[in-house]
Every structure is written in C-alpha cells, then in structure tokens.
C-alpha cells in the first residue's frame, strides 16, 4: 500500500521549510558529472568539509548524487534537507544538453533524502524524452509522497537567449505542468520580467546562481530576483567556485532568509 501522499509529502516539504521564513537556499552540488570539480585543489576535508559549512552557514538543501553521499557524514543532514539528483549527463557527450535518469526515487527514499530533483533542458535535442522524464519521475514523487524541484533550462541549438523572458516562463511552466513542486530555472535580466515571471507562476520559482564569473554582479541579481517573488535561490558554482564558500552560503541565507516573502508550495497548506 502506497503511503499517505498529502502527509508524507507535507511532512518532507516542511523538513526543507524548517527555517521558517517561506524562502528556500538550495546548494546544487552535482555538477562532477557535467565536468565541473566542486572542491578547490589543496582544500582539506573535501566534499564532507564543504557540506558541513554550508549546514552552518544556514543553507536549507544540498542536491547530491547518490555516490557522493560515500563521501559525506550522516551528521550533515542534521539540519539540512537531502535532494537526491536523478538526471545527469556530462560534457563529453556529442550533445551537452542530453539528460537522463541515473537514479530513482525509491533509491531516494532509500538513502534518506527529503525530495529529489530532474534536470530538464527545453528545447534540446532529447527534449521529448527528458519530458517524459520528468513527468515519470513526478508520477512516483506522487506515488511516495516526495517533493520534486525540477531544474528547466530554455537551452538547445535553436536558444539564443535561454533568459529571454518568454523562454523562461515557458520553462517555468514545464516544471509546473508535469508536477513539480518547486523549479529552477535562469532568471530573466529586468525586473518587471522578474516580477511577471514570479506572479504567473503556480509553483515556487528558485533563482539560478549562474556561472560565478562576476559574484558582485550574480548577488545584486538574485537580490533582485528575491526582491521580485522569487521563492528563494539555488545556487551552486557561486558557493562552491568562491575563495570562502563559507561566507559566500552566509551572504546568501541572509538574502533569502530575511527578505523572501513567506509563500511555501501549496501543498503544505
């Protein structure tokens, strides 16, 4: 017999609510697979160290693959949520944009997370199997009572400008249609899209920290992303690319934490 899903789910998604103040700071940690090394050469502790820093710099979530977990102490999720990643695809592929599902949620529930996430790149060549993806993966998150953040990106050989506005409330809208209860996705550049985006959409939209090449700019427009309804930022590169990833998680919870106003998924109402 399936669980109780509007309890089970209520009680995970206030497990990742647990800060009270209706934002969300999510850490992405799963970029190894794409190519992309989390841990400066030279730093000690590694993957455990980092996580237990941005536990205490008040980060709400990590997202983690299910291997890396080896490498992390039970101790970190203490007070810290679990997203487990289902999706990857790396930087090596002939096409870069392809995803596809590496784990499941059952798996997920077997490891301890609080929710799992799905990378959806819109508009790639695999589109309609990522689709398909995400939609079976909402259908067990549904079954089991499991949140779902789904990361959608406007990205593929006909995107230009995947922060165009339209482009990202299409991508937006993805996540919402096919069941997700909180997306990731690139914000637009103007505040009124911001706003536009943030008002239109049913589910909590978590402002992409972006690649980290200028932090001082990256900052000012999560600020701004928050400022305009965004339910919070996931950022990764930009916390883990900085000298002090420590002090970097700081800056962002006190954005999200003391300046989002409180709207939490409908489904824990």
């Not at 980290?212 to 700019?217: F, M, W, Y």
């Not at 590169?237 to 919870?253: G, H, K, S, T």
Request: hydrophobic residues 50%; neutral net charge; charged residues 20%.
């Amino acid at each position: 017999m399936a669980p109780n899903d509007s309890f089970a789910r209520r009680v995970r998604l206030d497990r990742l609510y647990r800060n009270g103040s209706g934002g969300l700071l999510v850490v992405p940690l799963d970029h190894p697979i794409s190519g992309a090394p989390i841990i400066h050469s030279g730093r000690s502790g590694g993957l455990d160290r980092l996580v237990g820093e941005l536990a205490e710099g008040g980060a709400d979530a990590v997202v983690l693959h299910k291997g890396a977990l080896r490498h992390v102490a039970a101790h970190r999720f203490r007070d810290l949520s679990l997203i487990l990643h289902l999706s990857a695809g790396t930087g090596l592929s002939a096409d870069p944009d392809a995803k596809v599902l590496v784990a499941s949620v059952e798996e997920a529930l077997h490891l301890g997370a609080d929710a799992v996430s799905v990378h959806v790149n819109a508009g790639s060549r695999t589109d309609p199997r990522q689709l398909a993806d995400l939609a079976a993966v909402a259908g067990d998150c549904d079954r089991w009572g499991v949140p779902l953040l789904a990361m959608v990106y406007a990205r593929g050989p006909g995107i230009a400008d995947g922060r165009a506005p339209r482009l990202v409330a299409h991508a937006a809208a993805v996540a919402a249609e096919l069941g997700a209860d909180l997306v990731k996705t690139a914000m637009p550049r103007d505040a009124h899209d911001l706003e536009a985006l943030t008002a239109a959409s049913p589910i909590p939209v978590l402002a992409a920290g972006g690649d980290a090449l200028d932090s001082t700019a990256a900052l000012q427009h999560l600020a701004a992303a928050v400022r305009a309804g965004a339910g919070g930022v996931a950022a990764g590169r930009l916390v883990f690319n900085a000298p002090e990833p420590a002090a970097m998680v700081r800056r962002l919870a006190a954005l999200v934490h003391h300046h989002t106003p409180a709207r939490i998924p409908a489904r824990t109402r």
